[in-house]
């Protein structure tokens, strides 16, 4: 994809407003953190959500980035890596029991209490760096985080080949979360708004439905909404069958209103889904599992991330990349 360039910054930060800061402070790495420079980095639903005033959060944006490491243990300096998201404790009741991603005091990246990666360098906790293999490119490696993601979805609920399943949402996380169930084999389908992330589902082989020629039949075994909006959790309920499981992706800016009484009555199961296994998606990218490349639409420089969130939240384009270093 052309890549533009135009004088550099050092982040890209949200306070009340989007802004470029030209001297915004470098962090400074704890003992056990990591500092990375960032080669490149993805905008997500997540990071525009938070525009709107989802978590409240203030600071720099962004949590999906491949970068090199410049300063940290032997182990660690001058590889390329990516990161996990939740920065942890170790020590809380949620930690002990193998669920840290639920630790009572975490700081999410660029989400919640810890900047994040649209910057010319982050620091990072060691324990979330996994090195970025050979294989795989800067371009692809910015989706490690979100195909993590998708792959929760099978980890939570195992799907089989007589599975009739259901995304809602054409969106980023809605294309990798399909591409992921299209590996399993079940009797998938994508319904949407979207003709043109539709026609790339089309392309890889996945039935699409446009929402406006929907039918609601309460006949899926499983339905995961990735809509980002409450009108695809209703739309979800509507498809899924009673006792059926719906997963849900989306997270949404407070002040939705939802009914949740078909929940009740059709005894439903709601699976909340977040962050998933890294080294799922790293060996789905580096066996070619999955394609990412034909997702990104455009890469534009750091120096330009006020435009570039214009774009990602424009449908026409899929997925935007800011380059930060180069």
């Known amino acids: 994809m052309p890549t533009e360039k135009a004088t550099q910054v050092n982040a890209l930060v949200f306070n009340q407003t989007l802004r470029l800061d030209a001297k915004y402070p470098d962090p400074s790495p704890r003992e056990d953190e990591a500092l990375i420079e960032v080669h490149l980095a993805g905008i997500c639903a997540t990071d525009i959500e938070i525009t709107k005033g989802y978590m409240s959060y203030e600071g720099v944006l962004g949590h999906e980035f491949v970068g090199t490491v410049v300063r940290g243990s032997r182990r660690w300096r001058g590889r390329r890596v990516t990161a996990e998201i939740n920065c942890v404790c170790g020590k809380c009741d949620m930690c002990q029991q193998g669920l840290a991603n639920h630790c009572r005091k975490r700081s999410v990246i660029g989400i919640s209490g810890r900047d994040g990666c649209f910057a010319q360098f982050i620091a990072v906790p060691e324990r979330n760096l996994h090195e970025v293999p050979g294989a ?74 446009s ?79 999955i394609d990412v490349e034909s997702m990104v639409s455009r890469q534009l420089p750091l120096a330009r991330g006020v435009e570039a969130f214009e774009l990602a939240s424009d449908p026409r384009y899929i997925k935007i990349l800011l380059k930060v270093k180069g």
Do not use: W
Not at 145 to 150: D, F, G, I, R, T
Not at 211 to 227: E, K
Not at 240 to 261: F, Y
């Open 136 to 209: 795989i490119s800067d371009e692809q490696a910015v989706f490690i985080e979100p195909l993590a993601a998708a792959y929760q979805v099978v980890k939570q609920c195992p799907i089989e080949k007589r599975t009739r399943v259901a995304v809602i949402g054409s969106g980023r996380l809605a294309l990798l979360v399909a591409q992921v169930l299209r590996t399993t084999g079940c009797r998938l389908e994508v319904v949407g708004r979207n003709e043109h992330t539709l026609d790339f589902c089309e392309k890889k082989g996945i039935q699409t439905i």
């Open 211 to 289: 929402l406006s020629d929907l039918v609601p039949r309460a006949d899926r075994d499983v339905v995961v909404d990735c809509s980002g909006n409450p009108d695809g959790f209703e739309t979800a309920m509507r498809l899924v069958r009673p006792r059926g499981t719906l997963v849900l992706k989306s997270t949404c800016a407070a002040g939705t209103r939802i009914n949740l009484a078909p929940v009740a009555v059709n005894e439903i199961t709601v699976l909340g889904s977040r962050c998933g296994p890294f080294p799922d998606a790293i060996g789905a990218l580096a066996r070619r599992d």
